[in-house]
């Protein structure tokens, strides 16, 4: 099924993996107003509220593996939702507009329409200089080590330490720090807290650490099983 399947789930982040069916249902309802209406300011405002509620479920999802395609779709639907309340203008037969508005609507639906073209661009250019360039592996392995070294700091404090560090921060950092929990247990030690999709499959929350150690799902845990196993029965040998 993920083979056949991977092209809906692998351009989202592994806990949105649903997304991909959100995506094809924007199309479908931004093309149902074209049914059900007559009127082109009617179908208009369909496709505006319909990319409304797109970008709302997209700001607070945030789907897109990488945040700067995120953003980039954010702006394209915004610049949607733009070009649709310009166009509603032509669909009014009651009200005449002057050949200079004409003129200033018709090119500012053309420069919004080609935008995200640009933005896009930028988009790409910024992407392929953070992942090929050879600075980013070397700020990636300090980011790494720093990360050690802090969740080493962490896990060295007393309980009383931690509960009082969880209710100094703000929301926000408790939801970071929950999310970066959530991601380190699941693509790591293999245990989710909620439904997320890794190289083992769907991980939902009833999953057990019994079940994902019998699958081998943490590669150090079996390394440093099969070594001990190895130590164990060369002191057999010796011994007999």
Same mark, same amino acid.
């Given at each position: ?24 249902? +924007? ?81 500012? @639906? ?13 988009? %790409? ?12 592996? +070397? ?8 990360? #050690?070294? %802090? ?10 330490? +931690? ?13 970071? @720090? ?13 245990? #989710? ?11 939902? +929350?009833? /999953? ?19 070594? /001990? #196993? ?9 011994? /007999?």
């Amino acid at each position: 099924f993920r083979r056949r399947w991977g092209f809906m789930f692998y351009r989202f982040r592994p806990d949105v993996w649903w997304w991909g069916l959100f995506y094809i249902g +924007k199309g479908i309802f931004t093309n149902l107003g074209y049914l059900f209406f007559r009127e082109g300011i009617a179908q208009m405002y369909w496709v505006m509220l319909t990319l409304a509620v797109y970008s709302s479920c997209l700001t607070l999802f945030f789907p897109w593996r990488l945040r700067a395609v995120n953003a980039l779709d954010v702006y394209t639907n915004t610049a949607l939702i733009f070009e649709s309340s310009l166009i509603a203008v032509y669909t009014s037969t009651q009200t005449e507009v002057s050949s200079s508005t004409t003129s200033g609507i018709s090119a500012a @639906i053309v420069s919004i329409g080609f935008s995200p073209f640009l933005i896009a661009s930028l988009v %790409a250019t910024y992407i392929l200089y953070a992942h090929l360039h050879p600075s980013s592996s +070397k700020a990636r392995a300090s980011e790494i080590e720093l990360l #050690s070294k %802090a969740l080493e700091s962490f896990a060295t404090c007393d309980v009383q330490e +931690k509960i009082s560090f969880m209710e100094r921060v703000d929301e926000w950092a408790q939801s970071y @720090i929950m999310s970066a929990l959530h991601i380190i247990s699941s693509e790591f030690d293999g245990v #989710s807290h909620k439904a997320r999709l890794t190289d083992q499959g769907l991980l939902s +929350k009833t /999953s057990s650490r019994s079940m994902v150690d019998s699958k081998s799902a943490s590669p150090a845990k079996s390394y440093f099983s099969t070594n /001990s #196993s190895n130590n164990n029965n060369n002191n057999s040998n010796s011994s /007999s």
